[in-house]
C-alpha cells in the first residue's frame, strides 16, 4: 500500500496494481489444494454415497475438471478387506464415476492419485508460490543457482485420501483401514481414527514420500464447521520421523494438506516436480465410548 502524502499518476498506479494482481491470482490459483469429499462424512450400512472430486483455495472447491485420463489410482478400503480397483468401472472414455455403495461397518478408505499435469510461471510469481506454501528447499535451490530472474516451469501431481464412517465408530478397530498405506508419492496417514475422536482431541498424522517419512514438511489443517466458514487452525512442520500432532477444533470437516517440490529428473519438460497431497474426514459432535 502506498503512504497517504503520495499521489502515484494514474499510469503507474495502474501498472503497480496490474503487477500485484497478477502475483496474487498466481498465487491463489496455484495454491489451490485438490481433494476428495464424500457427500457424507457419516452413513448407515447400506447408504450410497457419492464422493465429489473437489479444487479450490481455503477448503472452498468447485468441481475437478480433469478427465479420467489424468487418474492413475483409485481404490477402496472397506474394513478388514483388500483394496478394491475402482478405476475399470469408474473411467469409461471421458467421465469418473465415483459413487459407491458401503455396505460394511466401519470406516472405509477411499484413495486417488492423478499423473502429471505442466505449467510455467513467471519468476515473480513462482516466488511467491513457493513463499506461500514454505517450500524453502526449491527457493533455497534456485537461489544457490541464480535461478531467482527465471521462469519457474513445474510439473504437479496430486494424491488424495478421505475417510467415511459407516455406522458407530466403535472404540476397537482391528482392522485399521484408516491407517492403510497406500502407496501414493506424497501421502498422509493417520495414527488415530479421526472419526472415532472427539472434538478437542489430538490427532498424529504422519507424512510419507515414496514410502519413507519425510522431516520439515509443512502441513496445514483446514476445519469447516456446521455453522462456519473454512479456516486454517494449524500450520506446523513435521518432525525428524514425519510426525505432526494437530489438535481438533470441534465438530464437523477436516482437511489436512501438504506440498512437497524436488527437481524434476532430466527427462521431464520441467524443473521442478511437485506432489500434492491431501487428507478429510469428518469429526461427530457425539461423544465416544
Known amino acids: 500500500m502506498l503512504p497517504p502524502n503520495l499521489t502515484p499518476t494514474p499510469a503507474v498506479s495502474s501498472s503497480c496494481l496490474a503487477g ?73 472414455p471421458d467421465t469418473l464415476a465415483t459413487t459407491l455403495t458401503l455396505r460394511q461397518s466401519g470406516t472405509h478408505l477411499v484413495a486417488l492419485v492423478t499423473n502429471n499435469a505442466f505449467t510455467t510461471l513467471p519468476a515473480a510469481q513462482f516466488t511467491a508460490y513457493l513463499q506461500t506454501e514454505g517450500l524453502d528447499y526449491a527457493l533455497a535451490q534456485r537461489q544457490l543457482r541464480g535461478q531467482t530472474g527465471q521462469p519457474g516451469r513445474e510439473a504437479y501431481r496430486r494424491c488424495a485420501k478421505t475417510l467415511i464412517q459407516v455406522g458407530p465408530a466403535a472404540a476397537p478397530d482391528t482392522a485399521r483401514t484408516w491407517a492403510r498405506v497406500v502407496g501414493q508419492p506424497l501421502e498422509l496417514i493417520p495414527e488415530q481414527n479421526p472419526p472415532a475422536l472427539a472434538s478437542g482431541a489430538g490427532l498424529t498424522v504422519r507424512v510419507l514420500a515414496e514410502g519413507r517419512p519425510v522431516a520439515g514438511q509443512m502441513l496445514r489443517l ?17 518432525n525428524q520421523n514425519g510426525r505432526v500432532l494437530f489438535r481438533l477444533s470441534g465438530a464437523g470437516e477436516y482437511l489436512v494438506g501438504a506440498v512437497r517440490m524436488v527437481p524434476a529428473p532430466a527427462t521431464q519438460s520441467a524443473d521442478w516436480q511437485s506432489t500434492w497431497s491431501t487428507l478429510t474426514f469428518g469429526v461427530s459432535k457425539q461423544k465416544r465410548p
Do not use: C
Not at 483446514?222 to 513435521?238: A, F, H, K, N
Open 222 to 238: 483446514w476445519y469447516r464447521g456446521p455453522t462456519s466458514l473454512p479456516r486454517v487452525i494449524s500450520t506446523l512442520r513435521s
Open 20 to 92: 500485484v494482481a497478477a502475483v496474487l491470482i498466481a498465487g491463489t490459483a496455484l495454491a489451490n489444494e485438490f481433494w476428495l469429499e464424500p457427500a457424507q462424512f457419516f452413513v448407515l450400512p447400506g447408504a450410497t454415497v457419492h464422493v465429489r472430486r473437489l479444487t479450490g483455495p481455503d477448503f472452498r472447491g468447485q468441481a475437478w475438471a480433469g478427465r479420467s485420463n489424468r487418474v492413475t489410482q483409485l481404490l477402496h478400503y472397506a474394513p478388514g478387506a483388500e483394496a478394491a480397483n475402482l478405476l475399470p468401472p469408474a473411467t469409461p
